[in-house]
């Protein structure tokens, strides 16, 4: 008679306070699919491939698919083993870098933009970031001084693409083709926003491994 009682006491208990979600999990998830968001990118700007800016349109809806999910997660937990904050940031911040990559698309194809040598290097290094933060991301719960060391690659990452961001710039006023220079002056702020966010991802990185320590 004491079994059903005691099976009755534990549901209500796990509907009270709910299993606490693996977040050290769900935020690699989520970072693992910007990963794939960026090498469409990369793989349209090198090849300008019909296929990759198909997957790009897709990994936007599952990317954001992803995101719903974490965030669901964090609002009906109890208790989180990182700051609530933190989380919802790192969401917020690995989401932006999604929607410039998918803005970055948008531009060429409404503007009729072909990648030139600054947008394919920019879009590369924001390769290197973002699997610095996977890393990252990776091993945050496990070993957070590793985790630390690819926060700060991550952010290195960010600084050369702004200096590339300039030269970009620079070299792209040197003639008179006002139209074009407008027009490709915006795929270069979108890759420079894009960056800013792995930037802001690394800095949320750092706090949740400063608070862990």
Same mark, same amino acid.
């Given at each position: 008679?004491?079994?059903?009682?005691?099976?009755?006491?534990?549901?209500?208990?796990?509907?009270?306070?709910?299993?606490?979600?693996?977040?050290?999990?769900?935020?690699?998830?989520?970072?693992?699919?910007?990963?794939?968001?960026?090498?469409?990118?990369?793989?349209?700007?090198?090849?300008?491939?019909?296929?990759?800016?198909?997957?790009?349109?897709e990994d936007e809806h599952e990317a954001d698919r992803i995101r719903m999910h974490n965030l669901?997660?964090?609002?009906?937990?109890?208790?989180?083993?990182?700051?609530?904050?933190?989380?919802?940031?790192?969401?917020?911040?690995?989401?932006?870098?999604?929607?410039?990559?998918k803005s970055t698309y948008n531009e060429m194809e409404a503007l009729?933009? #072909?990648?030139?040598?600054?947008?394919? +290097?920019?879009?590369?290094? $924001?390769?290197?970031? *973002?699997?610095? !933060?996977?890393?990252?991301?990776?091993?945050?719960?496990?070993?957070?001084?590793?985790?630390?060391?690819?926060?700060?690659?991550?952010?290195?990452?960010?600084?050369?693409?702004?200096?590339?961001?300039?030269?970009?710039?620079?070299?792209?006023?040197?003639?008179?083709?006002?139209?074009?220079?407008?027009?490709?002056?915006?795929?270069?702020?979108?890759?420079? #926003?894009?960056?800013?966010?792995?930037? +802001?991802?690394?800095?949320? $990185?750092?706090?949740? *491994?400063?608070? !862990?320590?």
């Amino acid at each position: 008679m004491s079994s059903p009682k005691l099976s009755l006491a534990s549901r209500l208990f796990q509907r009270i306070f709910p299993k606490t979600a693996d977040f050290y999990l769900l935020l690699h998830q989520q970072c693992q699919q910007v990963c794939v968001t960026v090498d469409n990118l990369v793989r349209f700007m090198a090849s300008e491939s019909v296929e990759a800016g198909k997957m790009l349109k897709e990994d936007e809806h599952e990317a954001d698919r992803i995101r719903m999910h974490n965030l669901h997660e964090l609002n009906s937990s109890f208790a989180t083993p990182i700051d609530r904050e933190d989380i919802y940031r790192a969401i917020a911040s690995m989401d932006s870098i999604v929607t410039y990559c998918k803005s970055t698309y948008n531009e060429m194809e409404a503007l009729e933009l #072909n990648p030139d040598s600054h947008s394919q +290097a920019m879009v590369i290094e $924001l390769q290197v970031g *973002i699997k610095a !933060l996977e890393r990252g991301f990776a091993v945050l719960g496990k070993d957070p001084a590793e985790a630390e060391q690819h926060a700060f690659a991550a952010r290195h990452s960010e600084r050369r693409i702004e200096k590339m961001y300039r030269k970009a710039i620079a070299d792209l006023f040197q003639g008179d083709d006002y139209l074009n220079m407008f027009k490709q002056r915006e795929l270069y702020r979108h890759l420079s #926003n894009a960056a800013d966010k792995v930037h +802001a991802t690394a800095n949320v $990185l750092e706090d949740i *491994i400063v608070k !862990l320590g």
